[in-house]
């Protein structure tokens, strides 16, 4: 199974800040990887695919990076509705896999 | 508008059975390839099941293989999970999920995602 490590697993920021989370793959992933965002309470917002591009509707503060193990979720200037969990998650094969969470609070 | 709808959750216990449905709307079914993911009250996510448009390609994580089942009505509009032999640990909410393309393009994405269902499962 590829496993996905996320770090840090929570951060504190301020809006306006720029924030990123990294994500890691035990084993080449391609550009197989995807972020979600969650809010308490909510299911699962897919934020980011195929490891940079980004969904429709979602601000273009947002941005992915990476391929092969090490990827990166950006968000440029921290507005206060961007408060929450964040995971990876790669589809390069089965068992999907999801990191283990990065929360990004105030 | 893209609609998941999950319902059957509730409390079991130990060893029990609970199926779980999820409606969906908005959308031609049967084209896309749907998933069951769950999340452990303050934990984070974990993929269960895959099911491909037709029902043919079916996918488990080792954590349920063998105790759940996953299935489709696409003349329903819908996607099933037969849980059975429920332990504590499989306690979560439940979220039916859809692929972001369709036809057999494979994302193994999660575009659109229910509201969840709560499992309980007491010892």
Known sequence: ?106 | EVQLVESGGGLVQSGGSLRLSCAASGFTFSTYEMNWVRQAPGKGLEWVSYISGSGRTIFYADSVKGRFTISRDNAKNSLYLQMNSLRAEDTAVYYCARDSTEYGSGSYDFEYWGQGSLVTVSS
């Open chain 1, 1 to 106: 199974d590829i496993q996905m490590t996320q770090s840090p697993s929570s951060l504190s920021a301020s809006v306006g800040d720029r924030v990123t989370i990294t994500c890691r793959a035990s084993q080449s992933i391609s550009t197989y990887l995807n972020w979600y965002q969650q809010k308490p309470g909510k299911a699962p917002r897919l934020l980011i695919s195929s490891a940079s591009t980004l969904q429709s509707g979602v601000p273009s503060r947002f941005s992915g990076g990476g391929s092969r193990t090490d990827f990166t979720l950006t968000i440029s200037s921290l507005e206060p509705e961007d408060f929450a969990t964040f995971y990876c998650q790669q589809s390069y094969s089965s068992p999907l896999t999801f990191g283990g969470g990065t929360k990004v609070e105030i």
